[in-house]
């Protein structure tokens, strides 16, 4: 028997990753599919109105009479989209500012990490709101605004990355070879920080689907009445007790979707970070 358990806990991380990878096949499958899978996701049945799980209606209905799992898989196009756009648009500010920055160092490196600390001390999704709010919200400016704000992280991890490794014997080889520095960074450095790189993605990712579901619950991103996982919370947290299906379906979506997002970053951390060290 005791020669069981380390098997078992082998075996445990492949399992969670195995599920997280699931949830991200069935998020992402929502997202791109989602106008053949529910074309009729925000058809409203006022006779109908708010009902708990029934037949047709396997998590019920909302106020409106709008079908729930509908709504959740429908709103699955606004979360994912928009968060993989923050963190694909932070991480291309953080390697762009990043790589030179803990290259060359200097005057470079102490303007990036003068504005990365600025950025720092503000709360992030305090100022999302605040500007959100001035100028009147919206989808795309919230995604904006998102995009500058986690930036600094990346400008960070990348930068502490690339001072890790400017001195390595192969970046000391690529200078004998008089490359030039774009190609130091871009050729030799940046494969070997890719899986620190990646990781912080994944990590902004999962951040980023939790910012703009709370921009959306308090009426800053989405139009009302779209399907969206934090407006279809927030339109229905006044009906918990009649049907709790409308507020806990979208809560639980966003809740596993972050958390799969970072068991697949770190396992997909450990491969590259493995691969690199094997090379």
Known sequence: MRGRFPAVARRRPQVAVAGALAVLFAVTAAAVFAPWLVPGATDQDLVLGITGPVPGHPLGTDDLGRDVLELLVAGA???????LCVAAGSMLIGNLIGLPAGYFGGWADTL??????????????????????????????????????????????????????????????????????????????????????????????????????????????????????????????????????????????????????????????ERVDRRGRAR
């Open 77 to 83: 196009r606004t979360a994912v989209p928009g968060a």
């Open 112 to 269: 990036a990490m003068r504005w990365a600390d600025l950025m720092f001390s503000l709360p992030a999704l305090l100022v999302a709101i605040v500007v959100a709010g001035v100028l009147g919200g919206g989808y795309g400016l919230a995604v904006a605004v998102l995009v500058v704000l986690f930036a600094p992280t990346d400008t960070r991890v990348v930068r502490g990355a690339v001072l890790e490794q400017r001195h390595r014997p192969y970046v000391e080889a690529a200078l004998l070879k008089n490359l030039s520095a774009w190609r130091i960074m871009t050729r030799q450095i940046w494969p070997n920080i890719a899986s620190v790189t990646l990781a912080n993605g994944f990590l902004n990712f999962a951040y980023a689907l939790v910012s703009l579901a709370s921009l959306s619950f308090l009426g800053l991103g989405v139009p009302a009445g779209s399907p969206d996982w934090g407006r279809t919370l927030a339109d229905n947290r006044a009906q918990l007790l009649v049907n709790p299906w409308a507020v806990v379906a979208p809560g639980l979506a966003i809740i596993l979707t972050a958390a799969a997002l970072n068991i697949v970053g770190d396992w997909l951390y």
